[in-house]
């Protein structure tokens, strides 16, 4: 791969380097605790993906085309989508349609203006897409989503990294949200498998 450049490759193409690079990195089976409490037979260290240079270029431009015409910032929960809101929004200006990004604490700051949401500061009533790393039960988004509707800010649509398929989806349709991942745990463990087989 020494003549592939994240920079300028196709979206079939960066779709490709990303599910290798998640299995490369981020995808581990075993027998796992989630943060919902949940155990699990594998596991999805997104960071492993989203804070790798590659990476990080690689999701930034998947998403971006993924964005409404009218969104007027990316926003998620810290710390796992961070990485992902942050490359988008550095995407977005290079491909000259700048998107600020939010992050959202988990508690409000405990000093200065108390603020929940880090980041520039929005007109009222302005649309924001809630990005995520892995999505299982679904609620870490829909904190997110709670805190911007309180700032005032629209919501309609979550994208993630990838889907757990555990009901975080239905979850947010059941809500009116759009959902949309990049990949199903279903489209990661078939190549799983495809890789393991082959080696």
Do not use: C, W
Not at 167 to 188: D, P, V
């Amino acid at each position: 791969m020494s003549n592939f450049s994240v920079a300028i490759a196709s979206r079939p193409a960066l779709r490709e380097f990303l599910l290798n690079l998640l299995l490369q990195l981020a995808y581990r089976e075993g027998d796992f605790v989630l943060s919902s409490g949940q155990k699990s037979s594998y596991y999805i260290n997104g960071k492993e993906v989203t804070l790798n240079a590659e990476g990080a270029l690689a999701i930034g431009r998947l998403i971006l085309p993924l964005l409404p015409p009218q969104t007027d910032a990316v926003a998620g929960l810290t710390l796992g989508a961070d990485p992902i809101v942050s490359a988008v929004s550095v995407v977005s200006a290079y491909e000259a349609r700048p998107i600020p990004a939010l992050i959202i604490r988990k508690e409000a700051k405990g000093h200065g203006t108390k603020a929940y949401i880090e980041g520039p500061t929005l007109s009222s009533g302005a649309k924001v897409v809630v990005l995520e790393d892995v999505v299982t039960t679904g609620k870490s988004a829909l904190q997110a989503v709670e805190r911007l509707k309180d700032a005032g800010y629209v919501v309609e649509q979550i994208i993630a990294l990838v889907d757990r398929e555990q009901g975080g989806g239905e979850l947010y349709e059941s809500l009116g949200l759009k959902f949309q991942a990049l990949f199903s745990i279903r489209e990661l463990q078939q190549r799983y498998q495809e890789l393991s087989v082959s080696n």
